[in-house]
């Protein structure tokens, strides 16, 4: 369906002007869904059946959201909310939003993002996770706890949990518990290293060589 929108291949190769792409995404997201409307109920266009276009949007440039400049922060954060207005069960996106609020200072929006997602499914992780990331934030080091070690309880490598706890740590001065964290989070990495190692490996041998590239870098 999105392709037609327009000549413009999102694939590209290599080379390719990656403001093109990302304006291909913006430009066919709206075209998408109002062709999609034409020909199906509205409301059968979800991320469950056929993805809908401002999740694409998201996905398509903003998928290591974490690392993104402000300028990005701010351009993904509106693309998210753009979903949750289409699909507002979609549990995903609120966690990204409480995520980028809290990078942006706006701690009672992360607030009411997190508190969407719990209502949708209440014992997730990850939205428990970024609770407790947003406590740290707020200095509020027991209540911040509580929420990281029930997803470490779960989740023993999860890496933004074990470097929350970290923070906490510092902030109450266990220098031990710490670095007990800090080695946690070393051996975890080199594990992680190992696994995509290995999997690359996999991957070449049987002819597999962007993934196995992907997987080396």
Known sequence: ???????FSPTGGEGRDE?????????????????????????A????????????VAAAHHLDFDALPAGDREGALADYIEVVRIEP???VSWDRIASLSRQE???ESADRAIAKALEIQPNRLVSIRERGLVRIARGEWTAALQDLDAVL??????MEALQGRIAIWRGLGDSEKAQEDEAMVAAAR?????????????????????????DAT
Request: net charge negative.
């Open 153 to 158: 309880g779960t989740r023993p490598d999860d």
């Open 19 to 43: 403001g093109a792409v990302q304006s291909y995404w913006r430009f066919t997201a709206p075209g998408a869904r109002e062709l999609f409307a034409r020909h199906f109920p509205l409301d």
């Open 190 to 214: 080199v594990s992680g290293a190992r696994s995509l190692c290995e999997r690359s490996a996999e991957r070449l041998g049987k002819g597999e060589l962007v993934g196995a590239a992907e």
């Open 105 to 107: 200072g706006d701690l």
């Open 45 to 56: 266009f979800t991320v469950e059946t056929f993805g809908n276009a401002a999740a694409a």
């Open 89 to 91: 069960r979609n549990v």
């Open 1 to 7: 369906l999105l392709p037609a929108v327009t000549s």
